[in-house]
């Protein structure tokens, strides 16, 4: 990394005439070098340090008195890189070595000490700042990408534990977790919904949001982000005031949304000081990132975020009957009408979202499989609206695409191509529909209509492009998805509830309609929600 191209240097000395002679002694921004500020006590100076963070220190002592060294060890818990300059009026062994031991970079001697005994010093620290910037610069990589990976495998299996976060954070660069921190979940809303609607430039994404959050980072406060992937990140603030921290980061929302074109929320932690807290409140900021799904407010704050979700019971349901009557009316006023008062009862009782978004996808399989039960020939493409019901992590998402799909399902109900099936094929495709959930053959359904299996294979090819066979495997594997995607089913299991007897005979039926096995598509399917 380059050096700075201006040297910032803070003088703390109680003698104003003295701070007054050190400005006149060089031309300092011949140097590149700035004396940016003065102070004259200890609280000042760091105040004045930790806002400016000066490559620079030039400290002056005068009497007996040890009183700069609260301030070095101050500065040194959190910094080994500035660079230290001591001046002293009087040598003396034992207060030297007490300065030495605190942390100094150089020591001066103020009677004694000449332009060019100055300049000499200041060339010195200079070349020291570039090395030691380069050096941390280096370590301060290191580090963080270690704490990546803890929060990383953390999130994924709990893989990390107390004492791997510990291990990271006894690291010289996190010593400012020790004074206290706050953390921040920032995340961009609806990623994986938006990359399935539209291409996404992810690595163009993740480079617009770090340069927003460098480029606006607080001077009141030292905040280091750390991404977590392309559209998600960390941000650990040096506070305990988690007020203050909702401020800024409503400020870097606001920014950040304006840059990238995109919604984002943010979650902010309880304060923190040492592993187990970073640990525990990483927890929270995930559940809460998962769970807030009813919520509306862009920051949101764990301490204020109680999530108690309730299973849904489709007996409460009164709606279902009316709207599936209003479908088979073609009413969509109807539909949508009854399809908000549905949602708004989910919102109201709080309903886990899960079991929304499973109700959402059950009800459109329902409409499929009514209509091509009458005859519709052009089937609907549940799966892929299932799938993006299932990519909704918020009821403000959700009844978006929920209408959106109602307006494709009424287009489709009034197509051209949506005549329907001679009556018999028709009334085969409902036998078939009746007993999916156990073996069906082709001599059954011959035998059942009292018509020879040569026929109605012939017929049934002829109505709608595909073998009965196929139909009914087809048909099969439809219904095996949402239980894949929702239940807690096992494989063997699934198979059974969708009239497969043999789970090899399932497993490769599922591979020659979706090209991988029933297990592949699971980890899929929950490795994209997240």
Same mark, same amino acid.
């Given at each position: 990394?380059?050096?700075?191209?201006?040297?910032?240097?803070?003088?703390?000395?109680?003698?104003?005439?003295?701070?007054?002679? %050190?400005?006149?002694?060089?031309?300092?921004?011949?140097?590149?070098?700035?004396?940016?500020?003065?102070?004259?006590?200890?609280?000042?100076?760091?105040?004045?340090?930790?806002?400016?963070?000066?490559?620079?220190?030039?400290?002056?002592?005068?009497?007996?008195?040890?009183?700069?060294?609260?301030?070095?060890?101050?500065?040194?818990?959190?910094? @080994?890189?500035?660079?230290?300059?001591?001046?002293?009026?009087?040598?003396?062994?034992? $207060?030297?070595?007490?300065?030495? $031991?605190? /942390?100094?970079?150089?020591?001066?001697?103020?009677?004694?000490?000449?332009?060019?005994?100055?300049?000499?010093?200041?060339?010195?620290?200079?070349?020291? =700042?570039?090395?030691?910037? &380069?050096?941390?610069?280096?370590?301060?990589? /290191?580090?963080?990408?270690?704490?990546?990976?803890?929060?990383?495998?953390?999130?994924?299996?709990?893989?990390?534990?107390?004492?791997?976060?510990?291990?990271?954070?006894?690291?010289?660069?996190?010593?400012?977790?020790?004074? /206290?921190?706050?953390?921040?979940?920032?995340?961009?809303?609806?990623?994986?919904?938006?990359?399935?609607?539209?291409?996404?430039? @992810?690595?163009?994404?993740?480079?617009?949001?770090?340069?927003?959050?460098? *480029?606006? @980072?607080?001077?009141?406060?030292?905040?280091?982000?750390?991404?977590?992937?392309?559209?998600?990140?960390?941000?650990?603030?040096?506070?305990?005031? !988690?007020?203050?921290?909702?401020?800024?980061?409503?400020?870097?929302?606001?920014?950040?949304?304006?840059?990238?074109?995109?919604?984002?929320?943010?979650?902010?932690?309880?304060?923190?000081?040492?592993?187990?807290?970073?640990?525990?409140?990483?927890? $929270?900021?995930?559940?809460?990132?998962? !769970?807030?799904?009813?919520?509306?407010?862009?920051?949101?704050?764990?301490?204020?975020?109680? +999530?108690?979700?309730?299973?849904?019971?489709? *007996?409460?349901?009164?709606?279902?009957?009316?709207?599936?009557?209003?479908?088979?009316?073609?009413?969509?006023?109807?539909? &949508?009408?009854?399809?908000?008062?549905?949602?708004?009862?989910?919102?109201?009782?709080?309903?886990?979202?899960?079991?929304?978004?499973?109700? !959402?996808?059950?009800?459109?399989?329902?409409?499929?499989?009514?209509?091509?039960?009458?005859?519709?020939?052009?089937? +609907?493409?549940?799966?892929?609206?299932?799938?993006?019901?299932?990519?909704?992590?918020?009821?403000?998402?959700?009844?978006?695409?929920?209408?959106?799909?109602?307006?494709?399902?009424?287009?489709?109900?009034?197509?051209?191509?949506?005549?329907?099936?001679? @009556?018999?094929?028709?009334?085969?495709?409902?036998?078939?529909?009746?007993?999916?959930? &156990?073996? %069906?053959?082709?001599?059954?359904?011959?035998?059942?209509?009292?018509?020879?299996? =040569?026929?109605?294979?012939?017929?049934?090819?002829?109505?709608?492009?595909?073998?009965?066979?196929?139909?009914?495997?087809?048909?099969?594997?439809?219904?095996?998805?949402?239980?894949?995607?929702?239940?807690?089913?096992?494989?063997?299991?699934?198979?059974?509830?969708?009239?497969?007897?043999?789970?090899?005979?399932?497993? &490769?039926?599922?591979?020659?309609?979706?090209?991988?096995?029933?297990?592949?598509?699971?980890?899929?399917?929950?490795?994209?929600?997240?």
């Amino acid at each position: 990394m380059a050096s700075p191209e201006m040297y910032k240097i803070i003088v703390v000395d109680e003698n104003m005439h003295r701070q007054l002679a %050190l400005k006149n002694m060089l031309p300092w921004k011949e140097l590149n070098c700035d004396i940016v500020a003065f102070a004259q006590n200890n609280r000042d100076a760091y105040r004045l340090y930790s806002e400016i963070r000066p490559q620079i220190i030039i400290l002056g002592v005068t009497g007996r008195r040890l009183d700069r060294i609260p301030l070095i060890h101050q500065i040194r818990r959190n910094d @080994r890189d500035v660079q230290i300059l001591l001046v002293m009026e009087s040598f003396q062994y034992f $207060r030297v070595r007490s300065y030495i $031991r605190a /942390g100094i970079s150089d020591l001066l001697l103020g009677p004694t000490l000449s332009p060019e005994g100055m300049r000499a010093a200041l060339e010195e620290a200079k070349a020291k =700042s570039n090395q030691m910037h &380069r050096m941390s610069r280096d370590q301060e990589r /290191g580090a963080m990408r270690e704490l990546q990976q803890c929060f990383l495998l953390h999130k994924e299996d709990h893989s990390s534990s107390v004492q791997d976060f510990a291990q990271v954070l006894d690291q010289p660069f996190y010593g400012f977790v020790r004074e /206290g921190i706050v953390m921040a979940y920032l995340r961009v809303d609806q990623i994986h919904l938006i990359g399935s609607r539209r291409q996404i430039d @992810r690595s163009l994404l993740r480079a617009r949001l770090q340069d927003v959050l460098s *480029e606006n @980072r607080p001077d009141s406060v030292y905040s280091l982000p750390l991404f977590l992937n392309q559209h998600s990140a960390v941000m650990l603030f040096q506070t305990t005031d !988690c007020t203050q921290v909702q401020f800024i980061v409503r400020s870097l929302l606001n920014e950040a949304q304006r840059v990238i074109q995109e919604p984002i929320f943010v979650i902010v932690s309880e304060p923190i000081t040492d592993a187990a807290g970073m640990m525990e409140q990483f927890d $929270r900021l995930i559940e809460c990132s998962r !769970c807030r799904f009813y919520q509306q407010d862009r920051v949101l704050d764990v301490r204020e975020n109680r +999530f108690a979700f309730w299973p849904l019971h489709m *007996e409460e349901l009164t709606f279902h009957t009316e709207l599936m009557d209003a479908v088979s009316a073609h009413d969509f006023t109807a539909v &949508r009408k009854i399809q908000q008062q549905m949602l708004d009862h989910m919102e109201e009782h709080q309903i886990d979202p899960q079991d929304v978004k499973a109700y !959402c996808s059950f009800v459109f399989h329902n409409v499929e499989g009514r209509q091509i039960a009458l005859g519709i020939r052009k089937s +609907f493409p549940y799966e892929d609206a299932s799938k993006i019901i299932g990519l909704c992590e918020t009821m403000e998402a959700l009844e978006k695409i929920v209408m959106e799909i109602w307006d494709e399902i009424e287009e489709w109900l009034s197509g051209d191509d949506s005549s329907q099936y001679r @009556r018999d094929v028709s009334e085969w495709i409902e036998y078939i529909h009746r007993n999916i959930h &156990r073996k %069906l053959t082709l001599q059954e359904l011959a035998a059942h209509f009292d018509i020879s299996a =040569s026929y109605a294979s012939r017929l049934f090819k002829q109505e709608t492009g595909k073998t009965i066979i196929y139909y009914i495997n087809e048909t099969k594997m439809k219904e095996a998805l949402p239980l894949l995607d929702r239940s807690e089913l096992s494989i063997h299991e699934i198979a059974a509830r969708v009239g497969v007897e043999d789970p090899f005979y399932f497993n &490769r039926l599922f591979r020659r309609f979706y090209g991988m096995s029933p297990r592949d598509y699971r980890k899929k399917i929950h490795g994209e929600k997240e």
